[in-house]
């Protein structure tokens, strides 16, 4: 099974300043990896998908990266700002589960813009 | 707003008991997620329903199913209910198995 890791359970930044955030997984490659943002005690929102065959994604003040060789995903927010604070997932596919496409969650990492 | 609801919102039932929970995807989305989320297991997938049938199966305990009807809605089924069985469950939809889930508000059980 895939393992998942991203990087500290929890990163303050100062306002203004850019947050990047890891996901590292360890076994096969999955052909698109997701990002999500979670408030406490809410669902995720899905924020940002990016296929194995691109090497960056942008939406606004958001920005992810995927390198297949190191197996690790960036997830950027530039200019960031208190209202970023939350937990961010990233999510897997598992190519082995057929046209199931099922998605393992990292445990996220938790992000705290300080003002 | 996602689209998708959860109904109820928080549950309080005793060990040993048995619950339902329900949801209703996004209008069109075929797919329903269930996910369990508790605070030393992060969001493991438990199950996936495509348009009324089974498509994948994860961390699901026998003593868990679910099944989702004709008109897409879904309901999971918690029985003989254990402590560790206090959770966050959240239902996601997509339109099919490639996309992003769009998540519901989630049902907090609490099992005393």
């Known amino acids: 099974s895939q393992k998942i890791e991203q990087n500290s359970e929890a990163l303050n930044i100062q306002e203004g300043k850019t947050a990047t955030l890891t996901c590292n997984y360890t076994n096969y490659s999955p052909a698109y990896l997701q990002w999500y943002r979670q408030d406490p005690g809410r669902g995720p929102v899905f924020l940002l998908l990016i296929r194995e065959n691109e090497k960056e994604k942008r939406k606004e003040r958001l920005k992810v990266t995927f390198d297949t060789t190191l197996k690790q995903s960036l997830f950027h927010i530039t200019a960031s700002q208190p209202a970023d604070s939350a937990t961010y997932l990233c999510?897997?596919?598992?190519?082995?589960?057929?046209?199931?496409?099922?998605?393992?969650f990292g445990s996220g990492t938790q992000l705290t813009v300080l003002p | 707003d996602s689209g998708v609801t959860q109904t109820p919102k928080h549950l309080i039932t005793a060990t040993g008991q048995r619950v339902t929970l329900r949801c209703s995807p996004r209008s069109g989305d075929l797919s329903v997620y269930w996910y369990q989320q508790s605070l030393d297991q992060g969001l493991q997938f438990l199950i996936q329903y495509y348009n009324g049938e089974e498509r994948a199966k994860g961390n699901i305990l026998e003593r868990f199913s679910a099944q989702q009807f004709p008109d897409l809605h879904s309901e999971l089924n918690l029985s003989s209910l254990e402590l560790g069985d206090s959770a966050l469950y959240f239902c996601a939809s997509s339109d099919n198995s490639y996309n992003e889930q769009f998540f519901g508000p989630g049902t907090r059980l609490t099992v005393l």
């Open positions: 999510a897997l596919d598992d190519p082995n589960s057929g046209s199931a496409r099922q998605l393992t």
